[in-house]
């Protein structure tokens, strides 16, 4: 069911490096025949605009737009759709979309300067992109927290206008995505999915309005058409399939560690669960655990799948022999489960997210904790960090040089500049020092 590995062993590193090498798209799908099809589709959107993004809407979703404006979700129709979302749902959604902004308002970037002793002045300033596209997986699926979690941030950071696109197979739309975008301040919602909502928000159509930057998650067509765009706008990330990490002592009890892999694993049988298990007799706990609870699983086929062919629970000989691990994952999410959760946070170096404690369940953060759960997957935690305000704020630098900061900056910019042959910085740096003749 689930394969145990002990760190101990002299295969373990090769073992780990085997279970972390994983596919990162599906696993039916021919990854160069992916690329061709999308860069059709986005050559198609570029040429012919809203022709193509009704056709290619008509080919995919079963749904043929009675011309590009029926493509956009009006706000009229979109209170209907917000009017028969349930109580219980709206206040679910309004709690979360408050903890998530009140958490990316601490992340806000502000403009600085420095004023240097001869009257130069350095700085920075800090301006909100001017239109963001946000990507939303539409027709049964339900995922409101992914609008509140991209859309927010991007309103945070000051973003003027945000253009959401959802597909509607079949015509159908989840009215809690719409009550979501209104709840995060959506500015406009299209009816369009797959790689030709990606190139009509890359390069814009009649009714489309290009985009500066691309966030949201989607299948494997969507993150090849994120990939194919990135340059002509931003993106967030190409995330690969969902992971956690569980690190836990005796201290923790074995059935929440057993759920909170399941949870993890109910994702797709790509989805990663691991456990790293410290003390004697964790690993068999949590490994018992797992065998009993999972025929009570709705999507017990898809967790068994996961935790076969992806998961693991690793026997660690200390918490620190843990966090050696852990790092190397560089996981998406990881669970401290330890009597002294607080006390291994300073041990880790290379994690999307950290959830300190027996109580901070991963899954708490997907809805509501309010840290954003758009993360880096596929060990590029390394590198990488959350979605977050300043993924929506650019930089520019500021540099307002005095006569006599120029002077004595000047000197040293020719020397440099005519070592590496580039005469005319020379010249234009040289007649910014004081005294010499243009």
């Known amino acids: 069911m689930i394969r145990i590995l002990d760190s101990a062993r002299e295969d373990f590193d090769a073992s780990l490096a085997s279970l972390l090498d994983r596919e990162t798209g599906e696993s039916a799908t021919d990854p160069e025949s992916v690329e061709r099809a999308v860069a059709d589709i986005i050559k198609a959107v570029r040429a012919r605009g809203d022709a193509a993004l009704m056709e290619l809407t008509a080919k995919f979703d079963g749904l043929q737009p009675d011309g590009p404006a029926a493509m956009e979700l009006g706000h009229e129709r979109r209170d209907e759709i917000c009017a028969s979302v349930n109580e219980p749902l709206a206040d679910a ?3 979360a979309a408050n903890r998530i902004r009140r958490y990316h308002e601490q992340e806000v970037a502000r403009s600085w300067q420095m004023r240097e002793e001869d009257g130069t002045v350095l700085g920075q300033k800090i301006t909100p992109l001017d239109r963001v596209g946000v990507y939303v997986p539409g027709g049964k699926a339900a995922y409101p927290s992914s609008v509140l979690m991209t859309v927010i941030p ?8 945000v253009i959401m696109t959802v597909p509607t197979p079949g015509g159908e739309i989840n009215p809690a995505i719409v009550f979501a975008a209104r709840e995060a301040g959506v500015d406009r919602i299209f009816t369009v999915g797959g790689a030709q909502a990606i190139a009509a928000l890359a390069w814009g159509t009649e009714s489309v309005p290009a985009v500066d930057k691309i966030v949201g998650p989607g299948n494997i067509y969507v993150a090849t058409a994120k990939r194919q765009v990135f340059g002509k706008v931003g993106i967030d990330m190409i995330a690969g399939p969902s992971e956690v990490v569980v690190i836990c002592d005796d201290s923790a009890n074995p059935d929440w560690v057993a759920m909170d892999l399941f949870a993890q694993a109910e994702h797709d049988e790509l989805a990663q669960s691991i456990a790293i298990a410290v003390g004697d007799g964790v690993a068999d706990a949590v490994a018992a655990s797992v065998a009993r609870l999972l025929p009570e699983m709705d999507r017990r086929e898809i967790i068994a799948a996961a935790l076969e062919s992806q998961g693991a ?12 691990i852990a790092n190397r994952i560089a996981p998406e999410h990881l669970e401290l489960l330890l ?3 607080r006390g291994m946070v300073e041990h880790i170096r290379h994690a999307g997210a950290i959830f300190v404690g027996s109580h901070s369940a991963e899954s708490l953060g997907d809805y509501c904790a309010g840290p954003n759960h758009v993360l880096p997957t596929s060990g590029t935690a390394r590198f990488s960090s959350p979605l977050g305000v300043y ?15 120029a002077d004595a900056m000047a000197r040293q910019a020719s020397v440099l500049a005519r070592c590496e042959g580039l005469t005319a910085h020379a010249r234009s740096a040289e007649y910014r020092i004081r005294g010499r003749d243009a």
């Open 339 to 341: 009597a002294d959760a």
């Open 313 to 324: 629970i690793i026997r660690a000989g200390s918490l620190e022999d843990a966090a050696r």
């Open 391 to 405: 993924d929506f704020q650019k930089r520019s630098s500021l540099i307002h040089a005095s006569v006599e900061g």
């Open 154 to 161: 991007a309103r945070v950071a000051g973003v003027s206008e």
């Open 93 to 95: 959604i309004r709690f």
